[in-house]
């Protein structure tokens, strides 16, 4: 399912038209974005809990020349599914 698809079934499930349900589905991201840059994590009970987790920075290689580089540290975002999300899942 792409965003358009989840857009239209938000539409549909909502009672909503398109463009209310892509505004509504845009702010939630954009919230739980601004949240996680902030440094919050984000909890939805019942589907999971994003977060930020810290990459420690290490040593790469280049491919194509095998040549060792250094890869900076970085902060990638993380996401655990909660109990519900994961028993409809495996049901």
Do not use: H, Y
């Not at 019942?46 to 930020?52: A, D, Q």
């Amino acid at each position: 399912m792409n965003k358009s698809e989840l857009i239209d079934a938000i539409a549909a499930d909502a009672d909503i038209n398109k463009s209310d349900a892509g505004r509504a589905l845009d702010a939630v991201i954009d919230n739980i974005t601004k949240a996680l840059v902030k440094g919050d994590q984000v909890s939805l009970v019942g589907f999971g809990t994003f977060t930020v987790k810290p990459r420690a920075g290490r040593e790469g290689r280049n491919p194509q020349t095998g040549a060792t580089i250094q890869i900076a540290p970085s902060n990638v975002p993380g996401f655990k599914a909660g109990k519900a999300l994961k028993d409809a899942v495996n049901s």
